[in-house]
């Protein structure tokens, strides 16, 4: 029976990796927005982590798993400092708050932006 058990998670980590890289390249093809794709891999590829660690419980699996975690949060820090620094209301004024944009878009039409 755990024989058993062992080999039907191990058959949906490999399905769930395959979704993910899927779902991932869908995410990015449909919405451009690499970040957004990122995010969509990275949560399917941790669950799929984690299914294959309830299969097989060993030291190598958790490594990964713990890898995977570790690799998702630092790659969402970093997409989301780079999304701050090329905002375009960057850098802060002397006040502290960011520049308005509502005069650019007085001045522009909606369609030039």
Do not use: K
Not at 24 to 50: H, N, Q
Not at 68 to 86: E, F, H, N, P, Q
């Amino acid at each position: 029976m755990r024989v058993l058990l062992d080999e039907v998670t191990a058959l949906a980590a490999v399905a769930v990796c395959a979704t993910a890289l899927v779902a991932g390249a869908l995410t990015l093809v449909r919405t451009r927005r690499p970040g957004l794709a990122l995010s969509v891999l990275l949560d399917l590829l941790l669950a799929a982590g984690l299914l294959w660690l309830s299969g097989d419980r060993e030291w190598q699996a958790l490594a990964t798993v713990a890898a995977i975690v570790a690799l998702r949060r630092l790659l969402g820090a970093g997409l989301r400092t780079g999304r701050r620094s090329w905002s375009p209301g960057w850098p802060r004024t002397r006040a502290g708050t960011l520049r308005s944009l509502s005069v650019d878009r007085l001045v522009r039409p909606a369609w030039r932006l």
